[in-house]
């Protein structure tokens, strides 16, 4: 249940890792290891409870989508979309990785079930969830700076003077151009 994580960061560095260790490698542009950052990591288990929550939110935005068609075949294939989820064992040890302002990386922790179980219940087709868990904030040097809470709905959009641009969807999904700034 790990999946490869990888960014590019404006000057070239590339960070990639696997979301089941909690261990990322900094390459250059011409491939070479820079560095190699990490944070001690336990594995949460993925529980039962977890398992049903998730489920009965996919299972509920399903027959809010097949209401609205009329095909049988497409029906049918989101009915057996909808059977098929799968979970690991736990949690991944991050959700995703992108490049900060001044050489910074920020690592997304992975969404809990109640994060995914909520985002999935509020939309209107299945989209990627909006929820915005917190973020592990690295420096240039791979040195672990604390965390930070980035905007509900806010998704990267370019890196610039030291500032994190992005656009951020408020709760009408009325998007928005945000600078974030250290």
Known sequence: NSTAAWTTADNGLVAAGMTGEYRLSVYGADGTLRMVFAKQHEPKPVTEADRDRVTAAFKQAFEAQMAKID???IRAAMTQMAGNIEFGE????????????????????????????????RLPAIEAPQATPASDVFDADGRFLGSIQLPAGFRRAAVAGGKLYGIETDSLDVPSVVRLSR
Request: hydrophobic share 45%; no cysteine; net charge negative.
């Open 71 to 73: 095909n049988e075949q």
């Open 90 to 121: 736990t949690y991944p040890a991050f959700g995703a990785v992108i490049a900060g302002p001044d050489g910074t990386w920020l690592v997304r922790q992975p969404l809990t079930a109640a994060e995914m179980a909520g985002a999935v219940s």
